[in-house]
């Protein structure tokens, strides 16, 4: 028997309490034993999760208006560069920002860089944030500088907004080079001494929907802690058929871009992180769930780490080369193993992303849907997937006079 179902349909169980839901995880196990067929006969949701370092993430944040009004002109929040470029006391601090004494801005490995990560961590952990702010004044906006101390609770509004997160696949980072090198894959060992990843593999929410079929905008998710959406396709989606290989990503692919309330969320899943010689970043807890529509869909979400190829990247030598140039795949279960053989050479791996802290978001997930206080949401507009053919642009290599460099 066809498994036919709709969001609909599942929304009604959830709400019954009969809903069957099984973790990206346990789902693996069920298919072997029971073939895709019957697998989704059974169960109505997956549910998937990964927890790792997002540099393309951050949250706007109205401040309120001290009195006489102000039309904040540069801004920062513990001493961190915030964007204020929007309106009178609407703020943008991106997870990577920096204060302009940080070591890390002066091109050389340096210690403990505390950024735009670790502010959101603090806000949602409700500590105290101090700002600074100046402006140039005017009529209607007429102070010029401003310094306070808030906290999350006491601002208006607070949103996280991630523009690029939850990438479909990512390279596994390696150095040719003679050098130690410290790049946003951490520190790279030379001459093939360690290789970096950063992937959920089998739990990661793109993995378990290589095309797209069921996440779009509008999809509800786990985000943060709190509940989220899908707000569009992410930066650097790139979701284009040669990137495919049986229906599964083999590089980087796929992105979404996120939105949900920072005032819901808990700092246990935004956590700021610093990199030695790179900067700061968040890392960013997330968990979409996969309604299993049909067989088709059971059967995307069948991919285990042995499955899952990524490809190894040189960081060494003019990152970013081409893809044409990379050294080979590897799965997601060797390089859970610990090492992994590249060019002969055997080297010890690490992920960026924390597999626990994935299998707890689905987890999590799983419960909340059992519970009946997690429903699904049917997409308001489908992604761009393979199908739309898109192709990523590198930026334009030009002089300012417009001749090619």
Known sequence: MKVNRTIEEINEKIKYGKVVVFTAEEIIEVIREKGVEEAA???????????GPMCSSGAFLNVGHPKPRIKLNEVTLNGVEAYSGIAAVDLYIGATALPKNDPANRNYPGDFSYGG???IEDLVAGKEIHLEGRAYGTDCYPRKKYETLFRLEEIN?????????AYQNYNVAVNLGQKTIYTYMGILKSNLGNANY????QLSPLFNDPLLKTIGIGTR?????GIGYVAWHGTQHNP???????????????????IGDLKQMQPRWLRGLSYLGYGATLQVGLGVPIPILNEEIMGYCAVSDADLQAPVIDYSNAYPNRESDNLGHVSYAELRSGTIMVQGKQMPTASLSSYAGAREIAATLKTWIEKGSFSLTSPAAALPSVEAGIKFKPM??????????
């Not at 997956?46 to 927890?51: E, H, I, L, P, Q």
């Open 240 to 258: 284009s058929a040669e990137r495919l290989e049986n229906g599964t990503p083999r590089f980087p692919a796929a992105t979404l871009a996120l």
């Open 117 to 119: 990560g670790h502010v």
């Open 221 to 225: 998710i786990f985000l943060g802690g």
């Open 198 to 201: 950063s992937s959920a593999g």
């Open 157 to 165: 509004e607070a949103i996280l907004y991630n523009p690029r997160n």
């Open 41 to 51: 006969s059974q169960v109505d949701v997956v549910t998937t999760g990964t927890f």
């Open 396 to 405: 334009p290599d030009r002089d300012p006079e417009g001749q090619e460099g």
